[in-house]
């Protein structure tokens, strides 16, 4: 069990690029999550895919941000023309169907200058 | 709609004293119940549960919490605090019971202190 992992760790950009960031689950979990956290603030739910589909979006989820998961394996979040109030950890979690615990990763810490 | 209220943003005990960090959740599903714990510029890591059954949950690292159904409370406990137990704590209730989503609902968390 080598756990939940996401790269990069750090992103570091400038107001108006665009990242990805990747999410590779627990690989027999077909439960992927994200979430934001801002800074002294509990996780937020953003997104939830259950194989390759995307079941639910919180409407924190702007138009900017889109989130895949082909195949039903690892997951990538995109925002596209970054704002500073973007600067956040993501995180990514995953379950398998019949647990209702979820394994987080360490997550990527986003800053926008 | 679920929600979850942690009171006490900042709690700070003296090592070897009881740890209690207090937890209340709306729900109008029976409720999932979690507490996870946080180390700077980690991810979050599961303490314990409540699902069904028995009320008081043990989870690792010698916390328990106990699920109060009429006062609508997951309180965390520790006997006996030690520094390592400093870190940001969250509790969270899933929303299992009605969607299946299974998506957690997290509190604003509270950040323990250990003093030596």
């Known amino acids: 069990d080598t756990g939940v992992s996401q790269n990069p760790r750090h992103k570091i950009t400038k107001r108006g690029q665009n990242v990805t960031f990747r999410c590779d689950p627990i690989?027999?979990?077909?439960?992927l999550y994200w979430y934001r956290q801002t800074l002294g603030q509990g996780p937020e739910f953003l997104t939830y895919f259950q194989n390759e589909a995307q079941l639910e979006k919180s409407r924190l989820l702007s138009d900017r941000f889109s989130a895949e998961r082909p195949k039903g394996s690892f997951s990538t979040l995109e925002i596209q023309r970054t704002e500073q109030g973007d600067s956040a950890m993501y995180l990514c979690?995953?379950?398998?169907?019949?647990?209702?615990?979820?394994?987080f990763g360490p997550g990527t810490r986003l800053t926008v200058l | 709609a679920q929600s979850v209220t942690q009171l006490g943003s900042h709690v700070s005990v003296s090592e070897g004293a009881l740890v209690l960090l207090r937890c209340n959740y709306s729900s109008s599903v029976p409720p999932y119940l979690f507490w996870y714990v946080q180390y700077p510029n980690q991810g979050l890591q599961l303490l314990l549960k409540y699902t069904t059954g028995a009320t008081l949950v043990k989870g690792i690292n010698g916390f328990e919490a106990e699920f109060k159904k009429s006062e609508t409370s997951f309180h965390l406990t520790k006997p006996s605090a030690h520094m390592s137990d400093a870190a940001e704590y969250f509790c969270?209730?899933?929303?299992?019971?009605?969607?299946?989503?299974?998506?957690?609902?997290f509190g604003q968390g509270t950040t323990l202190q250990v003093k030596p």
């Open positions: 969270a209730v899933s929303d299992l019971g009605s969607s299946n989503t299974g998506k957690l609902i």
């Open positions: 690989s027999e979990h077909n439960r």
């Open positions: 979690a995953s379950r398998e169907g019949v647990q209702n615990e979820q394994f």
